[in-house]
């Protein structure tokens, strides 16, 4: 079988639908070492005799109430990490895909594939999404620089596929409900070597995700991590958050001018392969004062 070979965790509750939407995605890539796990929640919508009836690709499931989304990732990533250290499939890198979300197209595992061998297998690949701004409409949503992985999310975790053997011994935190993959990506980068950009979109993401459901208890939940994963004070603290209110208010009152400064047309597929050198192990406030004027300025704009 090809290699790398990926492991994609699929976490679902009562989502049948957006289950089999994911799964087709799946079932038709090009790239044939993909192990597909799901982790469920004890559904009684139809989900569990689907998975009983074998769906393709789909080498591991489960269906029993846990405590939600995040834990059950955390089921999913020790069933892939063992599978990574020798069980059947032998998963190299690893996936999040939530119920409803779907691979952009047949070749994407191809794709990553291919930029994972020539980048020399890299602890960390991310690339773009395709969101949802209306009833069947996409936008293309470029992927931001992990080094400005300090004012969150350099995209949605949907786009970011991690080495196995980088995650070893991390999980995603159960005291957050909302942000535990901002901090389990920023563990990644901190104890990781290079990052490496696709410039293609990797995911198309299903509407109203855990966050966008309540952006603010997510903003609480991203100060509370980068207080602890990078030292921030309550300045710094403060005045990511208050940028972050800003882009959620201009994306709120005026979504056309935010799609024209953050989106692309859907033709925007980059297809450059971009390294980002590792992260330090603290991005603080000081990093930002020793930037020119202009250039921290022009940071938060982007921000928007």
Not at 243 to 253: D, E, G, K, W
């Amino acid at each position: 079988m090809p290699t790398p070979r990926f492991a994609v965790i699929t976490v679902t509750r009562d989502a049948l639908p957006g289950l089999i939407a994911t799964h087709r995605s799946l079932a038709v890539q090009t790239w044939p070492g993909l192990m597909w796990i799901v982790i469920d929640g004890g559904s009684r919508d139809g989900t569990v005799p689907w998975l009983a009836g074998g769906p393709a690709r789909c080498v591991l499931w489960r269906s029993a109430p846990d405590d939600g989304p995040y834990a059950a990732m955390n089921d999913g990533l020790e069933a892939a990490l063992s599978a990574a250290a020798g069980g059947p499939g032998a998963a190299d890198y690893v996936l999040f895909l939530n119920a409803g979300d779907r691979l952009a197209g047949p070749t994407v595992l191809a794709r990553i594939a291919a930029a994972i061998e020539a980048a020399g297998w890299p602890s960390l690949v991310f690339g773009d999404t395709l969101e949802p701004v209306g009833a069947g409409v996409l936008r293309y949503k470029p992927a931001r620089s992990p080094r400005r992985a300090w004012y969150g999310m350099f995209t949605h975790h949907q786009a970011i596929v991690y080495r196995a053997r980088a995650l070893a011994g991390l999980r995603f935190d159960p005291r957050y409900r909302l942000a535990a993959d901002y901090g389990i990506t920023l563990a990644v980068l901190a104890r990781a070597g290079p990052a490496v950009g696709l410039g293609f979109a990797v995911a198309a993401m299903a509407p109203a995700g855990l966050s966008a459901r309540d952006p603010r208890a997510g903003r609480r939940e991203q100060r509370r991590i980068r207080a602890r994963a990078l030292g921030h004070g309550l300045l710094t603290g403060a005045a990511i958050t208050g940028v972050q209110i800003a882009a959620a208010m201009l994306r709120r009152c005026l979504p056309i001018l935010w799609r024209r400064l953050r989106c692309r047309p859907l033709a925007a597929d980059r297809g450059r392969v971009t390294t980002v050198p590792r992260l330090p192990p603290r991005l603080g406030l000081e990093m930002l004062l020793q930037s020119k004027r202009l250039a921290l300025l022009k940071s938060l704009a982007a921000r928007l």
